[in-house]
């Protein structure tokens, strides 16, 4: 792209041509704004300026698809665009590989942004017909697209293996593209995958808009590498058949630099002129490089209190969706444990008897299945009962071992465990009877 001395390449060569023809052209006033941008693992970073890294691409009705917050600077000549190209290569990613030892590991992107308006339009006030003179503008790009790349040539690892995985997708999104634009997708109606990868994307008013594109296709002639070179030959092949239908651009709106600084070009112009200054011209292009790097300032700024505003409001939410399904919980435990509560076993005892507490009117006891009934009548388990407490207390033998719940059905006084131990107990004795033995 950039050639040697000797041999100058495409981007020496265009950006003089573009200055020879505005030498030429003495009856236009003319602003170059120059960008220089990477895509990198498919982040975008400034080559310009390399504190602004992975940088958003945005779209407007006036600006169409442009990256937000990419450092743009006003050039007056060839040899500034080509020292800001170099300072620009500086900051690009190379590496090494088997197969080249400065390998490209991102894509680049540099474009020139040419606007240009009568002089008669120049000089009339901006004041007294703000809509006087259309600015045309003129967009030069110029893409220097890294190598597909084959790991087992190239012998990628670790990060090498993620660089060339991002270059081989964003070249396939490419030649996705264009086979849809030479199919004829555009005039039909269908859809075009631009946003599949971003380098697609930025190039968009390029590959099928309103642009005069031309694709440069490099190949080797070496037969080790011939499955490469078939593919870039049938990518050439469908690239021929995309059809662009460039056209005039007038902008008459503050899209244009040329437009929104009118007035305080206009200003500087008669103070410079009233004081005698001979180097009018060199003031005002400093002027509008300063004016364009402050407005470049100011949406940085404008785009990064966005984001943090959207990161400060997608945390709020999250916070009040952990609070809100926090309090669920809670409303479903205590539910939980309310219905516990309410759900609690009722004690039952089997039957009614003398010596069980009488019950309230109308009252009733849950009574098992199986259980045994107890005459309230039958004087003889009665008697039969107090009788055996009567000599318990008279004997001198020590009171019996006094029964536990775990001893429930092994009752020495019936033959058979019992369904329900009763237990009574004598305040002297300490004994528990079992019911079953003396209804038995």
């Known amino acids: 792209m950039r050639g040697t001395p000797d041999q100058p390449g495409i981007i020496p060569m265009a950006v003089q041509e573009v200055f020879t023809i505005i030498e030429a052209l003495q009856d236009r006033e003319f602003l170059l704004r120059v960008s220089y941008m990477e895509l990198y693992n498919e982040d975008i970073n400034d080559l310009l300026a390399p504190e602004n890294i992975k940088l958003p691409i945005h779209e407007s009705k006036e600006n169409g698809v442009y990256v937000a917050g990419l450092r743009e600077d006003i050039v007056i000549s060839p040899e500034q665009v080509l020292e800001l190209i170099q300072q620009g290569e500086a900051n690009r ?140 030959l049938r990518f050439a092949c469908r690239a021929k058949r995309v059809v662009n239908n460039a056209v005039v651009n007038e902008v008459l709106s503050d899209a244009a630099v040329l437009k929104r600084q009118a007035n305080e070009i206009a200003e500087l112009r008669k103070a410079l002129a009233s004081a005698g200054n001979a180097d009018v011209e060199e003031q005002i292009s400093h002027l509008r490089a300063q004016l364009l790097r402050s407005e470049q300032d100011n949406e940085l700024m404008r785009i990064k209190l966005e984001q943090e505003t959207a990161e400060r409001e997608k945390a709020q939410k999250q916070v009040e969706m952990a609070k809100k399904i926090m309090f669920e919980k809670q409303q479903e435990q205590a539910k939980e444990e309310g219905g516990r509560k309410n759900n609690r076993r009722e004690t039952w005892c089997p039957g009614r008897s003398g010596w069980a507490p009488p019950l309230a009117e109308g009252g009733s006891r849950k009574r098992p299945l199986q259980t045994m009934d107890l005459v309230d009548e039958d004087t003889t388990s009665r008697s039969m009962m107090l009788s055996v407490l009567e000599e318990e207390e008279e004997s001198d033998e020590p009171p019996a071992k006094v029964k536990r719940p775990s001893d429930v059905g092994k009752c020495q006084q019936a033959r058979t465990p019992c369904s329900m131990h009763v237990s009574l107990l004598n305040p002297a004795a300490q004994t528990f009877l079992c019911l079953s033995a003396l209804v038995a």
Not at 153 to 172: D, F, H, P, Q, Y
Not at 179 to 188: H, I, P, R, W, Y
Not at 193 to 211: E, M, V
């Open 93 to 232: 990613h190379i590496g090494a590989t088997k197969m080249n030892e400065g390998s490209s590991r991102s894509h680049t992107v540099f474009r020139m942004v040419i606007e240009s308006r009568a002089i008669d339009s120049a000089v009339e006030e901006p004041s007294a017909n703000p809509d006087a003179g259309a600015i045309l503008v003129s967009t030069l790009t110029l893409v220097d697209l890294a190598g597909s790349e084959r790991v087992a040539k190239t012998g990628a690892e670790g990060i090498r293996m993620k660089e060339g995985t991002a270059i081989n997708k964003s070249l396939l999104t490419l030649g996705n593209v264009i086979n849809k634009l030479s199919d004829g997708a555009a005039v039909a109606g269908g859809h075009i995958p631009y946003r599949d990868s971003k380098l697609t994307r930025i190039l968009q008013p390029s590959l099928g808009g309103n642009a005069k594109t031309a694709i440069i296709c490099n190949m080797t002639p070496a037969a080790y590498h011939v499955e490469e070179s078939h593919s870039t």
